[in-house]
């Protein structure tokens, strides 16, 4: 392929992933995919349609908002897993959004629905133009742990009344799961349900770990229908029920600018909601499958669907915390199995609208359930425990967040708490004084070493962050500390500078501090390893003249040789031989080559 044309495919492929994906596809991935794509389309009618309901829309507009952006999603989202679709935490908004302004017309309702989602579109697509998709670089590892830990624990607690067969109106996760309690208690559980709803999941989990080659929710689906028909029950169960009639069109009618103003608020905050949601599912299932996904491109995508959705019938979606497990754990390999699932709903809603009135929703609730419990990273949370307890701490923080406040605010929280922590550990640093260990090559933690020794009238420290305002003066305290344990000999502080990769006007002013101090005391500040562009922030800040390039060193090593020549005339103390550790005076007479400089200063 002719170099241009390949850059244009490139640059395609960088805002069109499915392009990326169909040249790289497999001939292996596509059961799997078409696999997924059936069995998430049984979860992909009863959530679409719950919701719709829930944001106050008619019931065919849940199935038009998961079917178009699927779609576009498939073409222009980067995730190969995700699923999208209407979402729990985004119906109420829609909701209350929509509704007022509606004044009790369903028309008029579904048109401000689908406005609502196009601005939503809009604002995610700009903020992927211009990268804003930085912020998922937030969502470290114990964030994403906690939050689908959290994730799963919501998803089973609201799948429990449906599963054994009752239903509760609690309007938190909390009073939900008193409400459940006090059910179970009263005895109200329904014996048929339960008995599809428990049966599956053991079914599920059966097939699982036998490995079967039939996933074992495509299996329980199929059975359930089936038994429910041949039994004549569908009047006795709870089942998911027909599909609506009709396609997705277009249904923007009736529409005034003055909606533009009045929904702007609401977008701003769905567009948040949703990108949050979806970039932290996205990077988690990213995570697990050995890929990356860029957070710009993950909004753009988001973005796209969300227009394409509300043009034709739908309303605000995101990516589903319930669907997505399911579509992986029935084996999809790439946004395939999205297309797969649209098309599925489409070909239903035209040719066998019925036939979801035979799918209990005892279980559906199992498929829901098991997809759930597979996010349950119990040993991922236990070896935080063991290996980093802040880290350990942050995961948890995340998990009661979610579960407590909420899946935006329980995320912001654990964000913030990232940030004090990182503050935290940059506040108050590793810090060591450095010294000589003879044999060794190097300068080495005295704390660590108790073998180590200073260079005569020399004092070697590192401080193990970058300097700013919150540490500036906590480095030059320390430093002092050194110098005064030192003793009235030393004539230089080398300061190993290299961990310390930037420097802001605060802790520059303390650095100034520090050298006139020491500068009053008859010793001399020389700095080793700082990097470049460390020093050309210095620059900037008017230091050259304090801080001339003598006052540099390219290593530890060469700092130490030279103020070692200087204080103790020709004896070059610090230059090691490989064999005999430490040499002795090096002269021009005895015809040794100087030894290779010391590395930089290490802990050991």
């Known amino acids: 392929m002719p170099g241009s044309l390949m850059t244009t495919v490139k640059g395609i492929a960088r805002w069109v992933p499915a392009v990326a994906v169909a040249r790289s596809y497999e ?27 829930v944001a106050g829309l008619p019931p065919e507009t849940g199935l038009y908002a998961t079917i178009v952006p699927m779609l576009a999603y498939a073409i222009f989202g980067p995730s190969r897993v995700l699923v999208l679709g209407p979402d729990s935490a985004l119906a109420p908004i829609v909701a209350a959004a929509i509704l007022p302004l509606a004044l009790g017309d369903p028309a008029r309702a579904v048109a401000l629905a689908g406005l609502l989602a196009i601005m939503v579109g809009v604002l995610l697509v700009v903020g992927g133009l211009v990268r804003l998709g930085f912020v998922t670089d937030l969502l470290s590892k114990p964030i994403r742990v906690g939050y689908l830990n959290a994730i799963a624990v919501i998803v089973i607690v609201s799948q429990l009344p449906a599963l054994l067969g009752f239903s509760i109106d609690a309007p938190s996760l909390w009073q939900d799961a008193a409400a459940i309690v006090q059910q179970i208690g009263s005895g109200m559980i329904d014996p048929v349900a339960a008995a599809f709803g428990v049966g599956s999941l053991v079914v599920i989990f059966a097939l699982t770990a036998l490995r079967s080659p039939i996933p074992g929710v495509l299996v329980v689906v199929v059975l359930s229908m089936a038994l429910t028909a041949a039994l004549g029950i569908s009047t006795r169960l709870s089942v998911v029920g027909a599909l609506p009639q009709g396609l997705p069109s277009p249904a923007l009618q009736g529409l005034r600018l003055t909606d533009v103003a009045a929904l702007a608020l609401p977008a701003a905050g769905i567009a948040l909601i949703a990108f949050t949601d979806t970039a932290v599912l996205s990077r988690t299932f990213a995570a697990r499958r050995g890929d990356s996904v860029d957070g710009s491109q993950e909004m753009a995508g988001l973005g796209i669907a969300n227009i394409a959705g509300g043009a034709l019938g739908g309303f605000p979606v995101s990516a589903s915390s319930s669907r997505t497990p399911v579509a992986e754990q029935a084996g999809a390999r790439t946004q395939l199995t999205g297309v797969v699932g649209a098309v599925l709903l489409i070909v239903f809603i035209l040719a066998v609208p019925g036939l979801t009135q035979f799918l209990p929703s005892a279980t559906l609730a199992a498929v829901v359930t098991s997809a759930a419990i597979g996010l349950i990273d119990v040993r991922g949370f236990a070896r935080l425990v063991r290996i980093h307890l802040v880290d350990a701490v942050l995961s948890s923080a995340a998990f009661i967040g979610v579960l407590v406040f909420g899946v935006l605010e329980g995320i912001v929280i654990t964000i913030a708490l990232s940030f004090i922590a990182f503050v935290n550990r940059s506040w108050r640093p590793y810090k060591a004084e450095l010294g000589r260990v003879e044999g060794v090559r190097g300068y080495h933690d005295m704390s660590r070493n108790p073998a180590a020794s200073r260079v005569p009238g020399v ?43 930037d420097i802001d006007t605060t802790a520059a002013d303390e650095l100034v501090e520090l050298d006139e101090y020491l500068r009053m005391h008859g010793i001399r500040l020389v700095i080793a ?38 204080l103790r005339g020709d004896i070059a103390g610090t230059r090691w031989d490989a064999a005999a550790g430490p040499a002795g005076p090096l002269t021009e007479d005895a015809g040794e080559r100087p030894a290779p400089e010391d590395p930089p200063a290490a802990e050991t």
Do not use: C, Q
């Not at 030393?490 to 310390?500: D, G, M, S």
């Open 27 to 53: 001939r292996a991935w596509l059961w799997p995919d078409m696999r997924a794509g059936i069995v998430v389309t049984a979860l992909l009618i009863p959530a679409g349609m719950g919701y719709a309901v």
């Open 529 to 566: 390893e700082m990097k470049s562009p460390v020093i050309d922030t210095l620059d900037r800040f008017g230091l050259t003249d304090r801080f001339s390039p003598d006052r540099f060193a390219p290593t530890v090593g060469a700092a130490v040789d030279e103020v070692t020549g200087t």
């Open 459 to 501: 004092v070697i420290v590192r401080f193990d962050a970058p300097l700013f305002f919150a540490n500036g003066a906590i480095f030059d305290d320390w430093v002092r500390s050194r110098v005064h344990a030192a003793g009235a000999d030393v004539r230089t502080v080398i300061l190993a500078a290299e961990p310390i990769t």
